[in-house]
């Protein structure tokens, strides 16, 4: 069920019996069925074991900094998995990443948002969702990004997934949580048709980003050691200088019958 049916009464063309045919009546749209993030997780946690120890990450500080609240299941996802990879081919956002393309809080979603808006204005290809309400969480490694859509802005698990070409110009829609969208996709059910058909050749696996080794520090200087005063009164006085000058000739041997050696001759001579 989409976005649009959730947040707006569908309009069925219905004849009711004994009214006039012509007039149609509106019918309250289904209720959409709550989603269970924790069981969708269980299943993604079975096709695609978590790493041992991920990072911890301060929600209330990630949602303060982007002004919007976050799905439960994807918090849930990054806290059992950390930043990484699905098959060494999908790159899921993580906040703080030193890397801009899978970066949840750095500049890549308005990025993103921008070029979109551009591309909508301008380009000959329609999108399928307004730019404003797309928000990048992911990156494959031919270039496609796969997206929230953000609407109603303010129930983030309500939210959907969509993912483009790397082109831009197909879109593939589904209706869910980040996390089923995982599941559906590690486990075969479902292939977005922008993703290559041999993902799964080596089967389902995550490998998660190595944790950057900190620079050594630096060891502090030694301080120099201070010169043995001299004794009272005394000054250190004048250095004889033993090393002869460059242009000082050396004294002529001693022995009898030995004379200096013949100079070198120069190059070209």
């Given at each position: 069920m989409s976005e649009l049916d959730r947040d707006h009464v569908i309009w069925h063309v219905r004849c009711q019996p004994g009214t006039n045919p012509d007039v149609y009546r509106?019918?309250?749209?289904?209720?959409t069925p709550p989603r269970n993030p924790v069981i969708s997780?269980?299943?993604?946690?079975?096709?695609?074991?978590?790493?041992?120890?991920?990072?911890?990450?301060?929600?209330n500080a990630v949602e303060t900094l982007l002004q919007m609240p976050l799905p439960t299941d994807y918090k849930q996802l990054i806290d059992t998995y950390g930043p990484g990879s699905?098959?060494?081919?999908?790159?899921?956002?993580?906040?703080?990443?030193?890397k801009e393309a899978v970066g949840l809080t750095g500049p890549m979603p308005a990025r993103l948002r921008r070029q979109l808006v551009k591309d909508h204005d301008n380009g000959p290809h329609s999108l399928p969702h307004r730019p404003e309400d797309?928000?990048?969480?992911?990156?494959?490694?031919?270039?496609?990004?796969?997206?929230?859509?953000?609407?109603p802005r303010n129930h983030p698990d309500l939210w959907n997934i969509t993912v483009n070409e790397a082109d831009g110009h197909t879109w593939h829609t589904r209706h869910g949580s980040l996390v089923s969208f995982l599941?559906?996709?590690?486990?075969?059910?479902?292939?977005?048709?922008?993703?290559?058909?041999d993902l799964l050749s080596r089967g389902a696996f995550f490998t998660?980003?190595?944790?950057?080794?900190?620079?050594?520090?630096?060891?502090?200087?030694?301080?120099?050691?201070?010169?043995?005063?001299?004794?009272?009164?005394?000054?250190?006085?004048?250095?004889a200088t033993t090393?002869?000058?460059a242009d000082a000739s050396p004294p002529p041997s001693s022995k009898p019958g030995n004379s200096p050696p013949e100079?070198?001759?120069?190059l070209g001579a």
């Open positions: 509106p019918r309250p749209a289904a209720a997780l269980e299943s993604l946690t079975r096709l695609a074991p978590p790493p041992a120890s991920p990072p911890a990450t301060d929600w699905f098959c060494d081919f999908l790159h899921l956002s993580t906040p703080h990443r030193n797309l928000f990048a969480i992911g990156v494959t490694d031919n270039g496609n990004h796969l997206f929230w859509i953000t609407t599941v559906a996709l590690l486990s075969g059910d479902e292939r977005p048709p922008v993703f290559p058909s998660p980003t190595s944790r950057p080794t900190p620079a050594p520090q630096p060891r502090p200087a030694r301080a120099a050691r201070s010169p043995t005063p001299p004794p009272s009164g005394e000054g250190p006085g004048p250095r090393c002869p000058t100079p070198l001759p120069r």
